[in-house]
């Protein structure tokens, strides 16, 4: 061990510890106020409501606590207890230095986290979902699923690794500004062929056919200048009882999508609201923002990486005997997000501002009051807590609390 075998450790053990106080904080606040609907909710949210969702709450955060301690074991596995070199040394006995071999490497590693994901995503799906009402999906949908995302990962996942790995062996010092264009390319690639290519290979995907909402939503975008390629309805039903809706694609492939279960709970003005909410990122450019920022994000995490995988003790310092190209990606993407944590509150307190603008925008192009509404209703039937312990809150939450967003909307 060197000294970045106790800088590492010690990142793990903040990150780790920071992670389950915080879900602790938030069960015991959750539970402290489960008996109480707030004053601002009484009359649309039921006692029996408000403790439901305190309880899957609860559930849901005990089950990420399970997570976040299996994660550190499997971590320090990979790393101190040998994992890493001992799948490194079964690549190595059945293929030549190189891509391949870099490949195989990759795919064990991969293998081994969706493994130890697995029995998680299990207990989510047929335990903690069901026990609240929420899952839809039988055992044998949720194997196809998990198999046509592997298969999807494979069929994209592997070439653009193969091309990065291929640049960091051929082009030298600046490999990392390659990758990065690499990347982004991927990235717009992936956004382009989403909508029409893998989208429906999980969910159906229909023309909205009720005329009356269709008309308003037309109406809606034609107000804020916004063209789509269509508005399709979801069969979200088939998986879950959670509602939603959401944007997809850019350019000539965007269309609006409505989970059939949103389309269920809601009336017309309140899909419309919900929609010119959603209008609002698009228009006040948060999408191109965000993307701006994660690019940006990427091109310095490559240029570390071209940085460390020169340097012997970084992979000394996490127990590798034997430095490649594809241990090098290996190590670094499975140990920086350790040191990145606590830049975890800056990015929700980002993302929350976009929220405000978008309700802002949303109260101005349609009703404040109808989103409110729709608001409530799916905070209701989504079970969504109404009392997050605040600092659990500023730290995940990519969406304001209900409280300060119903407030905020009250006012405009």
């Known amino acids: 061990m060197n000294t970045f075998s106790f800088v590492f450790l010690g990142a793990l053990a903040l990150a780790t510890f920071t ?58 596995w990979l790393t101190f207890g040998g994992g890493l070199q001992a799948m490194h040394a079964f690549s190595a006995a059945w293929l030549a230095e190189g891509i391949a071999r870099g490949l195989a490497l990759i795919a064990l590693v991969t293998v081994v986290m969706t493994a130890a994901e697995l029995p998680f995503n299990l207990y989510r799906t047929f335990r903690v979902e069901e026990r609240f ?54 990235n717009l690639f992936m956004l382009a062929v989403y909508p029409n290519w893998i989208a429906p290979l999980f969910n159906k995907f229909s023309p909205m056919q009720d005329a009356q909402l269709k008309e308003r939503v037309e109406r809606l975008l034609a107000r804020c200048g916004f063209k789509v390629k269509g508005l399709m309805v979801m069969d979200g039903s088939r998986r879950s009882s959670h509602g939603n809706a959401y944007f997809t694609g850019f350019g000539k492939t ?44 990427s091109l310095a995490l490559l240029w570390l990486l071209g940085f460390l995988m020169d340097k012997a003790w970084f992979f000394q310092g996490l127990n590798v005997a034997t430095p490649s ?33 978008a309700d802002q925008y949303a109260a101005q192009n349609a009703s404040a009051n109808d989103l409110v509404s729709a608001l409530v209703k799916l905070y209701n039937d989504n079970a969504s807590t109404l009392t997050p312990d605040p600092v659990h809150s500023a730290f995940y939450d990519s969406h304001p609390p209900a409280l300060i967003r119903i407030a905020r909307l009250h006012k405009a």
């Not at 996942?157 to 291929?166: D, E, I, N, Q, T």
């Not at 017309?268 to 959603?278: D, G, Q, R």
């Not at 140990?335 to 501002?353: A, D, G, H």
């Open 19 to 76: 992670r389950l106080w915080l879900a602790r904080r938030h069960i015991s606040h959750v539970q402290a106020h489960r008996t109480a609907v707030p004053a601002e909710f009484a009359d649309q949210i039921s006692p029996e409501a408000h403790q439901r969702a305190a309880d899957y709450t609860c559930a849901k955060t005990r089950l990420a606590m399970a997570t976040v301690a299996v994660e550190a074991l499997l971590l320090i």
């Open 325 to 357: 190209t594809a241990m090098a990606l290996i190590l670094f993407f499975i140990v920086i997000p350790n040191f990145t944590f606590l830049l975890q509150p800056l990015l929700s307190m980002y993302s929350r501002q976009h929220e405000f603008e």
């Open 133 to 186: 009402g929420f899952n839809k999906m039988t055992p044998g949908l949720f194997v196809v699923d998990t198999l046509k995302s592997l298969l999807v990962a494979a069929l994209f996942g592997f070439p653009l690794a193969a091309c990065v790995l291929w640049l960091m062996a051929k082009m030298g010092a600046y490999w990392w500004l390659y990758a990065w264009l690499v990347w982004v390319t991927f």
């Open 254 to 297: 965007k269309r609006i999508v409505f989970f059939d279960t949103l389309l269920a709970r809601l009336n017309p003005v309140e899909v419309e609201a919900v929609l010119a909410h959603e209008l609002g990122h698009f228009k006040l450019n948060h999408v191109i923002k965000r993307m701006a920022w994660i690019f940006t994000a």
